[in-house]
Each structure stands twice: as C-alpha cells, then as structure tokens.
C-alpha cells in the first residue's frame, strides 16, 4: 500500500478514538493496562464502545455470550450473512494500548469512512467485541468467541473461576449475562457471511518489509497447560537443606528444562510467564508450586510431543528433588489458516499488503473452522507486544482503518457472497 499522503488523525480516527480510552484501566503496578474481561475496566471500554457505536447509529446489542454486536444496516437488509469486523476489549495483566483495542477503533472509523464515501452496502455490517479473548481472568483463551462456536463446554465454562475464586457464571450474571444460556450460538454464526479482524502487528514482520498493513494468512497451533510441583511445606529456618523437599528448586529447574526443550525444537516456543508458590510466604518452605505453560508450534502433532517431553522433564526433575509433577491442558488451538479465496479477495484489494502468519492467537483464529475469516495486521514499530512497549504510530492507525474500509467496502458492495 503506497504511504502517500494519509489523512490527519482527527478525533474520529481510530488514533483518535483510542485517545478517548488511553486513561481506562491503566496499570500504576505493573505499567500499561490490566483491563480483565467484565472487571470495572472493561465495563467501562464496553460502555465506551457502545455509545461510540450509538453515536454513529448503529444498533448496539449484547448476546448471550457477552458478546457486543453494533450493527451499520442502513438498508435494512436480513442479518444473516452479514460482513463482520471487531476484536476484543480485554487485555493481558500489564498489556499494550492496542492489542484489542485497535481493531475495535479501526472498526469504528472504518464505518465513518463508508458513511463518508456514501457507500451503499448490499448486506449488513457489525462490529463485534467479543469477551476473555486473552484468557487472563479464567485461563482459556477467546472464551466468548470459543463459546459461540461451541469450542468449549458451558458447564466448564461456567464453572471457570479467576484468582480470587469468582466462577465465570457468577461474574456473568452480575454482568448482565445469564450463564445458563452461554453457549453454542448457530444464529449468530449464521449472521456472520465474512469475518475481518484487524490487529496490531505483534512482531516486527512489518517493519523489516517497510509497510504498514499487512493480510494474514495463518495463526500458530498455542496451548495452555497449568504444570503442579508439590513438595513439603515447611519452616525457612528449622528445616536442614538435606531435609528438604521444595517444589520451588523442582520448578525453577523445569523452568529453565522447559526453555532448553523448545530451544531444541525449530519453530518451537515455550513460555512460563506466571508461577504461584502455595501459601507464597517469604519464611515459608512451598508445599506446592503451581505454574502455567505456554507452547507454540505450526505442527499440532509436534506441539503434543513437545508437552509430552517437557511433562516427562518436569516429572523427573521432580523426583530428584523428591516432589511430583502433573500437568492439566486449560485450552488448546490448532494451527488455523485462513480461508483462502477471503484471504485473496483482501490480498486484491491491498495489493501492496504482504502476507504474514502470526504466532499470536485471535478470535479469528476460532471462527476461522465456521465463518469465512480474515486478518489485517498493522505496523508496530517497536515489534514487542503484550508489554507496554506495544505501540503504533497514529498515521499507520489511520492506514489500518482505511484499508479496512477499503475491504469491507469491497466484501459490502460486491454482488457475491
Ligand atoms: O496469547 C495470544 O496469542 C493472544 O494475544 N491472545
Ligand atoms: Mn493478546
Ligand atoms: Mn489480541
């Protein structure tokens, strides 16, 4: 996509709409934000979006997954087989600005474009914000997207609870959604005709190729696997070191097993980004250590094997420092590529736009077995994500939301499906 001349952010431009959010949830901790699916953060983010939604005229509603629907029908066409864009609202604990929410606002400026352009669309058009799609407060990943697309159980849903012990259906209810009706939703599927999610970039792909949007074409197979070290609590100060049992030595020394293991697998990644030592006491043996494993690879089949082989580490590692391992699976998502004749339709429309497999998981990745689906990425000049590093120069937002007019035009206006 030629970087001419791009229209200077105004307050309606996806920069300018993230401004209006840039002081909701902001971490004073850990930095950036923590913005957790239904916590008073995210309430706020949900309000914000829907009156920015409202006051464009489009008719905002919440389905039973806590999934929020706004939608440009100016034509008053029948919803099924409608065009989709959107993201999610909810952020990683310590999260960028972007991630969620710059699809969500390119989304919103998308429309001012068409409605500026005087588009006249041949089929509806929603934006949709759908919950937990970070998995930071109930640990699976795209909650709301799984359970429309019935990818996860709702008695297990409802039965998730966060750190503080609070079920996903107790939060639901006092959020205003009834958790006995989560769950497979095939009407609201059937509304979707074509999914596009526009995304941060969460790489440095874009900056090396020098453009600022780029199509995607594949999502990595990731998966979540919580890994239990239990030992014998005991007391800091009577216990000799011989007579120890600490699951706290076993879990650094698997920590550090499971890095050498992926490292020893090409295209392998493998991360244990959050540890909770049982009762967590500063004078205090652990009886227990809990900590949770991040695994991505391409091949699903090499992603099992790789957890089989770190499971078989941790169990040994354990052994030695006479405590035991066992690993559970919190959620899984195979390697996902796009629809093709979607992904070429895109590719027609930005023919400027690389084409780029990501290692991060999306809604889109979860619709993609459902729905024709899509991604855009935008250019992030820092490459580092989940962080508050993540970042995106206002103009390259403004190229993001154009283009993803641009799309969206092309897949309303068209004749074909
Ligand atoms: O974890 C991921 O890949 C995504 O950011 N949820
Ligand atoms: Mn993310
Ligand atoms: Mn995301």
């Not at 901790?29 to 983010?45: H, I, M, N, W």
């Not at 409202?54 to 087989?81: K, Y």
């Not at 014998?232 to 070191?241: K, R, S, V």
């Not at 000049?381 to 641009?406: C, K, N, Q």
Request: aromatic letters at 4%.
């Amino acid at each position: 996509m030629p970087e001419g001349p791009i229209r200077a952010p105004g307050s309606g431009s996806a920069a300018g709409l993230l401004r209006e959010i840039a002081s909701t949830g902001i971490d004073p901790v850990r930095g950036g934000y923590s913005r957790p699916v239904f916590s008073t953060a995210e309430q706020d983010l949900r309000q914000w979006f829907a009156g920015a939604a409202s006051a464009r005229g489009l008719e905002v509603t919440t389905d039973r997954n806590g999934t929020i629907w706004a939608w440009w029908n100016p034509r008053g066409h029948p919803l099924e087989g409608s065009v989709v864009t959107g993201s999610h609202l909810d952020s990683v604990p310590g999260g960028g600005q972007f991630d969620g929410p710059l699809g969500v606002a390119s989304a919103l400026a998308a429309v001012d474009h068409l409605v500026t352009r005087g588009t006249t669309p041949r089929r509806a058009l929603a934006i949709a914000v759908f919950g937990e799609e970070e998995g930071s407060r109930f640990g699976v990943a795209c909650l709301g997207s799984r359970l429309m697309a019935g990818a996860i159980d709702p008695d297990r849903a409802r039965n998730l609870r966060d750190q503080q012990g609070d079920t996903f259906a107790d939060v639901c209810a006092a959020s205003g959604v009834d958790p006995d009706r989560l769950g497979r939703d095939d009407e609201a599927l059937r509304r979707i005709g074509a999914f596009v999610e526009l995304h941060v970039e969460q790489g440095r792909s874009l900056i090396d190729v020098g453009e600022p949007v780029a199509v995607g074409s594949s999502i990595l197979g990731h998966g979540r696997w919580k890994l239990t070290v239990s030992g014998q609590g005991n007391h800091a100060g009577t216990t000799l070191m011989a007579d120890r049992r600490d699951p706290m030595v076993a879990a650094a020394r698997t920590i550090v097993a499971i890095r050498d293991g992926a490292a020893a697998q090409k295209g392998a990644r493998a991360t244990v980004g959050r540890v909770a030592p049982v009762p967590g006491g500063t004078n205090v043996i652990a009886s227990r250590v809990d900590l949770w494993l991040d695994v991505r690879h391409p091949d699903d089949a090499a992603t099992a094997a790789l957890v089989e082989d770190l499971h078989a580490r941790a169990r040994v590692i354990a052994a030695e420092e006479g405590c035991t391992a066992s690993l559970s699976e919190e959620s899984y998502s195979g390697t996902v590529h796009f629809s093709s004749p979607l992904r070429q339709r895109l590719s027609a429309v930005l023919p400027h736009a690389p084409v780029l497999e990501t290692g991060a998981g999306h809604d889109a990745g979860v619709l993609a077995p459902h729905v024709p689906t899509a991604m855009l990425f935008v250019r992030n000049p820092t490459g580092v994500s989940h962080s508050p590093e993540e970042y995106v120069e206002d103009e390259d937002a403004e190229r993001g939301a154009v283009a993803l007019a641009d799309c969206l035009e092309a897949l309303l206006v068209s004749d074909g499906g």
